[in-house]
């Protein structure tokens, strides 16, 4: 079955970056059509997309986000790595990887990792 | 950016009942309209893609219905473990891709 999970640093400094990867199982980057994104949720607040990578490498970013933001892929681990650069406070949130439906179409994502919460304070 | 609006914020419904949660995008989306279910410390699950199209494993008292700027998930019977936060997400035009702020169902 498909299964993802979140690592990273639970606590950051403000203008640090950030480096969270999503180890994933059950699915291979490498099969036609897969994807993973990241979403986040600050606390109590609503969900927003930040990024989805395809299988055939093919990246996307949230614009508003974009010049702080980097995904890559190491598929021989089956990991996916997001980068956030210039941390600030407002950034504090759950952060979710998750798995695109596979569907013609689809951008909406049928797994989801656990989350893990990333406070920016110094 | 295409925004999603959701409503009411705050459903109150009494265990038994039928739940009707809306979903208005600030353009068309076509079908391309998922919802999602959040309870507290989890991560969403999937409900409904393509506006109508119950994801694997969803019960059917789950539905949505839907196109272009209005859509609505009905839960026909709240059951105890309906009680949640539910978000709509548009996939039409993007990136980026964008949620709505969420309705929570809570029990009347």
Known sequence: QITLKESGPTLVKPTQTLTL???????????????VGWIRQPPGKALEWLALVYWDDDKRYSPSLKSRLTITTDTSKNQVVLTMTNMDPVDTATYFCAHRLICSGCRSFDFWGQGTLVTVSS | EIVMTQSPATLSVSPGERATLS???????????????????QAPRLLIYGASTRATGIPARFSGSGSGTEFTLT????????????????YNDWPPLTFG????????
């Open chain 1, 21 to 35: 990867t999503c180890t994933f199982s059950g699915f291979s980057l490498s099969t036609s059509g897969v994807g």
């Open chain 2, 23 to 41: 979903c208005r995008a600030s353009q068309s989306v076509s079908s391309d309209l998922a919802w999602y279910q959040q309870k507290p410390g």
């Open chain 2, 75 to 90: 839960i026909s019977s709240l059951q105890s473990e309906d009680f949640a936060v539910y978000y709509c997400q548009q």
């Open chain 2, 101 to 108: 702020g969420g309705t929570k169902v809570e029990i009347k």
